[in-house]
């Protein structure tokens, strides 16, 4: 069965008993199971195709919300409530959510489907979904490959085709990177645009949920749903919340705004293949009129020292929480409690993890706090300063999203440092605390798809929607 | 030359009072200690993924209302940290306090040792979440644990180290308790461990002024212990220093049986807390406006009402203090004062004295509060006034009193005067006649009063009394008496 792209269109054909949302439903979860060898989902809800039956009603007499039709997944670091919430990792390989995430319950609220739990990264650390408990998920353009991380397999059950949007998150571009990997679009809001409330802490002063979707109507229609305030999460803004989906079937006015190009992303490392394809883009946004202005962001050199510094604080005393005693993996073989909180630690918390909260540990310590973490506050106050400066300049900022196109599977997993280099082009967003999307941008010689990242002012995602309309509209002009 | 004067203790508390606020600090938690164990929890304080506190804005009142209390500067924007440490009563595996930027902070309260004031300064005061309690005695091998208290608010009062006595340090830690009951934000119960204490403490030769290095005494739970840990401790800094060796810092645990101080394990105090800012919570944000109301809402406390009953109603220092120890009684007392019909000084003096000695009295025998004496302000003035204007005897008043207190206030002064035919015989020619008889009846005692022995009025008075029945008016008997004496 042929499934209409977008959920506006299975709405309108289920009012007109083309077909139900059953058969959607039963479309997808056959699907589901014949790419099991993606290992995208974790689990999938047994009460689907029920869930499917009432909103089909609703739809049918004219009582349905406004995501009605819109079948989703969710990174399993989102919590569900009566649902697994492993976050991939061993010490919560048991544990089911006692309650909602904001995001997910504003979903549910209007009708959207979960269809099930997607695969991560192990506490969404990660660049390549191979720190999984559930073992690593694979790319469906090519097999060989990692879909990217840590949102995996968000990245995945859309890419494949297994549900129209995915719930994801970020910390330091687990959305943008894989969605590059995998050939879709992929959002990152502004730092307080979607409540945090549900989503399992990595590091709580850079993570955001995000969408990841093949149609861009889908994912405005969800942002509209899921972001805006909520009393639950004290970091979330109150600035209202734009009408996305409106923004998109407005015209755009080429001339009326200016793209920054960062000279920083386009130096070394860069994959030439993604280097002559964006510079390609850029001439063409060029000739169609927008104004193209070169500008620098010298911090950005410190991205990545920040970056892992100031997380791996942050989750060091995020995932203190996990130590047996209230709930998750407990190693009973110890005869004290030091050594249950070490056995349990140990045996649940996979290697990338641990490595984390070693360095995060560290760098709070007492003797070198001031030395990596008050120093890494201040360099990242200086590279948000970078940011504001460019954007006296420019409205959006254009860069690739990642270095290279989607490596192989087992070929950096022995190299943290060079795995950690993926994020060069996102993580300073995360630092900035501003939204950013990765635009699906073309392939390489081996097929592999890349995307261009757009950057925007804080809290301007309509921006972002309006540019991935002029850049989709602009590569399919070929 | 003994310990006590060739060394002068250095002492800084740290004290701990848990808020009354209806919720927990950071959900909705309610912080009711009566409820079944790990029934007041949910996923926020019980540490679950994804969960992020939110702020109660009545601990940032509650807070200021002490930072204004002791005289504090109040931070504009301060923010919360977190204190990371495993434990299992901590769920989260650190605990929200606040640590570079302290709410309250350069405040000071003046404290009265025998009639002396001296000022000791704050530090600081921030707020902080409580751990769960952790029961080890339940079983043999488990160790069960009651997240009730976990997230229940606290503020931390942390002291300058300008106690310089245990006298110091007792009457400090009484006056912050004062303090912390007057503003109706901790009930004061250390037994229960709703306030709690470290000391920290430290000596030097008497007459320099270098500090010693200090030990921390932790968790101090009653007056008597404070006292006697912070003695032991001097005691044993003493010894060291007495015998050439240096004074190392340590957290130190008390031993109230033998009352000894004793270092913790290496291990236990080897703490590196990994302070950071708190991500999940935003700035705390206190504005001019919110300061002044509260300014204005902050009820009289302890020191500011004695100092009242001293000018205003011309009580002695001792019946001030004293009234104002329970703020409840004091209340009490500014009622009886204000029923009076006119507030004289001898009216108020008599109203005080009725307070400490009846009011304290039928409270401690039925261990009740004053709010469960059914016995109301107007009528304890009536019966003030009843007294002081000679219709009743002290004897007499100290009956009707005792019949308020049993008729559960449903009678009045006057109803119970009459019922029990209490007016005083004031009727001088009645009185007259009883002297009369008393005297003939006892010659021999009349021979010896004239002759000197002046004393035996007593006995005269005494006899009138009985003849009475204790309602003569004991000054007209005085009276008549001295005149037929003289005759």
């Known amino acids: 069965m042929q499934i209409p792209a977008g959920f506006y269109q299975v709405k309108k054909d289920i009012e007109s008993h083309k077909y139900s949302l059953r058969d959607i439903m039963n479309e997808y979860l056959s699907r589901i199971e014949s790419n099991k060898d993606l290992n995208a989902f974790t689990c999938v809800f047994e009460d689907v195709t029920s869930r499917a039956d009432e909103v089909n009603e609703k739809i049918l007499n004219g009582s349905s919300g406004k995501l009605a039709g819109l079948i989703c997944s969710v990174k399993d670091v989102i919590s569900i409530k009566g649902k697994p919430l492993t976050c991939s990792s061993g010490i919560l390989s048991d544990f089911k959510a006692l309650y909602s995430a904001t995001a997910v319950e504003r979903l549910e609220n209007e009708d959207a489907i979960i269809i099930g739990k997607v695969n991560c990264d192990e506490f969404a650390m990660g660049s390549s979904n191979e720190n999984s408990f559930h073992g690593p998920v694979l790319n469906p353009i090519d097999k060989t490959r990692v879909p990217g991380g840590s949102s995996g397999g968000s990245a995945v059950s859309v890419a494949a085709d297994l549900c129209m949007i995915s719930l994801g998150s970020e910390t330091g571009g687990s959305i943008r990177q894989p969605a590059s990997y995998c050939g879709i679009t992929g959002l990152k809001v502004s730092y307080g645009r979607i409540s945090r409330f549900g989503l399992t802490a990595f590091a709580s002063s850079f993570d955001s949920i995000g969408v990841f979707g093949k149609e861009i109507s889908d994912i405005a229609s969800v942002l509209e749903v899921i972001a805006g305030y909520d009393e639950n999460d004290s970091t979330s803004s109150e600035i209202p919340v734009d009408r996305y989906c409106s923004i998109l079937e407005e015209d755009i006015n080429t001339e009326t705004f200016t793209i920054g190009i960062v000279d920083e992303y386009f130096s070394e490392g860069l994959n030439p293949e993604i280097k002559a394809g964006l510079n390609s883009l850029i001439e063409k946004l060029r000739a169609a009129g927008v104004k193209i202005k070169s500008v620098s962001l010298p911090y950005s050199k410190y991205v990545i020292q920040t970056y892992y510094i100031l997380t791996s604080a942050e989750a060091s005393s995020n995932l203190a929480r996990y130590d047996g005693v209230r709930y998750g993996l407990r190693e009973v073989n110890s005869t004290n409690l030091e050594e249950m909180y070490v056995n349990t630690r140990s045996e649940g918390f996979g290697t990338e993890v641990k490595r984390r909260i070693m360095l995060g540990t560290y760098v709070l310590s007492s003797g070198y706090y001031d030395a990596y973490y008050r120093k890494a506050q201040k360099v990242r106050r200086l590279i948000k300063s970078d940011f504001d400066r460019v954007f006296h300049e420019v409205d959006y900022i254009l860069s690739p999203t990642t270095p290279t196109t989607a490596f192989k599977l087992k070929e950096k997993i022995d190299d943290p440092l060079s795995m950690y280099l993926n994020d060069i082009y996102t993580a300073s967003i995360n630092l900035a605390g501003i939204p950013a999307i990765s635009i699906p941008a073309g392939y390489d010689s081996n097929g592999l798809p890349y995307g261009v990242q757009v950057i925007g002012k804080k809290f301007d995602e309509s921006g972002l929607f309006k540019m991935h309309k002029l850049i989709s509209n602009t590569i399919n002009s070929n | ?487």
């Open chain 2, 1 to 487: 030359m003994n310990n006590s004067s060739k060394y002068e203790p250095v002492i800084g508390l740290e004290i701990h009072a848990q808020m009354l606020t209806n919720s927990k600090a950071f959900c909705k938690c309610s912080t009711d200690f009566n409820s079944p164990a790990n029934s007041n929890v949910c996923p926020v304080c019980l540490g679950h993924p994804g969960v992020l506190p939110v702020l109660n804005e009545e601990l940032v009142n509650f807070i200021l209302k002490m930072g204004i209390a002791t005289n504090c500067h109040i931070r504009e924007r301060s923010i919360f940290a977190r204190k990371n440490y495993f434990y299992p009563d901590l769920s989260k595996g650190y605990q929200i306090s606040q640590f570079e930027t302290p709410i309250c902070y350069n405040g000071k309260v003046n404290i009265r040792i025998n009639g002396t004031a001296k000022t000791i300064g704050i530090t600081r005061i921030h707020m902080e979440e409580d751990a769960g309690k952790s029961i080890h005695d339940f079983s043999d091998n488990d160790t069960l644990i009651d997240f009730n208290r976990c997230g229940v608010p606290l503020i931390e009062i942390v002291s300058e180290p300008d106690i310089n006595s245990t006298t110091e340090a007792l009457q400090y830690l009484q006056d912050i308790r004062q303090i912390l009951i007057y503003l109706g934000i901790n009930d004061g119960n250390m037994e229960e461990g709703s306030l709690r204490c470290d000391a920290n403490v430290s000596i030097r030769p008497t007459g320099t002024t270098e500090l010693g290095t200090r030990t921390e005494i932790k968790n101090l739970n009653s007056f008597k212990n404070v006292v006697d840990a912070i003695e032991a401790e001097i005691n044993r800094q003493s010894k060291i220093l007495d015998a050439g060796n240096k004074v190392n810092y340590h957290t130190m645990n008390y031993n109230a049986k033998e009352k000894t101080t004793t270092p913790m394990r290496t291990k236990e105090e080897a703490h590196d807390y990994r302070y950071f800012p708190e991500p999940d919570l935003v700035y705390v944000v206190v504005n001019e406006q919110q300061i002044e109301r509260i300014k204005n809402e902050l009820p009289e406390l302890h020191d500011k009402k004695i100092q009242r009953y001293i000018s205003d109603y011309g009580l002695p220092v001792y019946d001030a203090e004293v009234i104002s120890a329970d703020k409840s009684i004091a209340d009490f007392f500014d009622k009886v004062v204000s029923s009076l019909k006119k507030p004289e000084t001898k009216l108020i003096k008599q109203a005080s004295n009725w307070i400490m000695t009846e009011v304290l009295r039928i409270l401690n025998e039925n261990k009740i509060n004053i709010d469960e004496l059914k016995i109301l302000p107007p009528s304890l003035a009536t019966l003030v006034e009843i007294i002081d204007s000679g219709q009743i005897n002290h004897n007499a008043g100290k009956e009707v009193f005792n019949e308020l207190y049993k008729s559960g206030g449903t009678k009045a002064p006057v109803d119970i005067i009459n019922e029990r035919n209490l007016s005083q015989l004031s009727d001088s020619s009645e009185i007259e006649t009883i002297v009369q008889k008393i005297l003939s009846e006892s010659q021999a005692e009349v021979e010896r009063f004239k002759e000197g022995e002046t004393k035996l009025r007593g006995f005269f008075v005494g006899k009138v009394m009985k003849e009475s029945k204790g309602k003569a008016n004991p000054k007209i008997v005085n009276e008549i008496l001295l005149k037929k004496l003289s005759e």
